[in-house]
């Protein structure tokens, strides 16, 4: 039996080892020059790393941690040692922990109200969560004016979606945020660092977990080969490259995100589809700041902050364990992101420094500023994940994960268990092997 994969992000890579092992004859075709999809390594000392893309792991992540043990990969905490900076609207300030010095009453509101939310999404099939077509229907924005009585609530909720999902509320509806906050373990497990999703990092880079499987795999993973259509006859399945290459394979996994997998030729034509119009781009922007030390940590700083106004949002401490560099990475998410983006590289630059130079006082220049753009990236349209927009959970989700004869689809948007995070990711590549494996049975077992 033979299967093609296409893409070498983590949900690729993990059922294209699953099948390997099987020993199914296994081709996996990436559009980039890289593997490892969302997740991109940033050199920030030699022999020290950042990630660029997604990052954070918690104890409930047991596929993630499971494969990372596998490939020989640890864990290293999240430092969160230190103040905090805030910048909302009344002049920076700097706290003990994270709560915002914003109304305690207020924030509790909000966040009851996100918890009566998230317990009413049926996480296995959100589409059938009772009243889903009212959810699906409005927005976070529509649903945030209508609920949202304090300056201090409606202040703070962008902030706090766009960190959780980068996602501007404009642009998401209500049923998917509930989603998202629910598979993703609930909100107090996904906003914590210690004892939640944030808890740790891959020490070295998340990177490294891509990169070691498609070493195992080998020449079978092949670069540079973005997939442009895909055939299915009698016989078996064709997937075409854009530089003219025909793959011949009886079964294809496509594990790429919702907007490039609609944006396949597909012959015969999908039933349902991938992504709407109403589908949009996680909306992300990660900026890092390399100092030869973590200098804020003298100043009794974490390197924690959240601010009202752009472009960092939020800033966090990702330097690496062994002192090598100090590392402060910036998010810039929701709606702002979209203008940094388009942003020249000058002016990316000066607003950044401006900014961090307002909310650390007395930091050096940086050695260097890298920009991980995931707007613009044109191999994975957004970052943390594909944004369901109104009306997207009702018609997309049925067919989310169901084949397409012998078309099968992963991703971590396929995933409602961790929805667009690496654990989501893997788990739906451990799901779609099996389901290849089950569902072309005769093939694979034949003697």
Known sequence: MSVVVVGAGLAGLTAAADLAAAGVEITVLEARDRVGGRTHGIEVAPGAWADGGAAYLGDRHTELH???????????????????????????????????????????????????????????????????????????????????????????????????????????????????????????????????????????GAHQIAERLAAQLGARVRLNRPVRAIRQDGGGVSVHTGDGEEH??????????????????????????????????????????????????????????????????????????????????????????????????????????????????????????HVSDWVNEPYSRGCYAAVFGPGDWLRLGPGLRTPHGRVHWAGTETSTEFFGLMEGAIRSGHRVAAEVLSSHATLWREP
């Open 66 to 204: 499971k494969l990372m043990a596998g490939l020989g990969l640890a864990a290293t905490p999240t430092a969160m040692d230190g103040g905090s900076r805030f910048a909302l609207g009344g002049g920076e300030k700097t706290r003990a922990g994270r709560f915002p010095p914003l109304n305690a009453v207020a924030l509790g509101e909000l966040f009851d109200l996100l918890y009566d939310l998230t317990a009413r999404v049926r996480p296995d099939a959100p589409w059938l969560t009772p009243g889903a077509a009212g959810l699906d229907a409005v927005t976070a924005a529509e649903w945030a004016a209508g609920a949202l009585r304090h300056p201090d609530a409606r202040l703070f909720f962008p902030l706090f979606l766009g960190e959780m999902m980068a996602a501007d509320p404009a642009s998401v509806s209500v049923l998917h945020m509930a989603l998202y906050l629910r598979s993703g373990g609930g909100i107090r497990y996904l906003n914590a660092f210690s004892g939640g999703a944030q808890q740790d990092r891959v020490l070295g």
């Open 248 to 369: 011949r394979a009886d079964a294809v996994v496509v594990a790429v995100p919702p907007l490039l997998a609609q944006s396949i030729d597909y012959r015969p034509g999908l039933p349902a589809p991938r992504a709407t119009t109403a589908t949009g781009r996680g909306c992300a922007v990660k900026v890092q700041l390399v100092y030869r030390e973590p200098y804020w940590h003298a100043h009794g700083l974490s390197g924690w902050s959240v601010s009202a106004t752009g472009p960092l949002l939020s800033t966090v401490d990702d330097s690496p364990p062994d002192a090598g560099a100090g590392v402060l990475t910036g998010f810039v998410t929701g709606a702002e992101a979209y203008r940094f983006a388009a942003l020249d590289p000058a002016a990316r630059e000066a607003e950044t420094l401006r900014q961090v130079g307002e909310l650390f006082p007395g930091l050096p220049p940086p050695d260097a500023v």
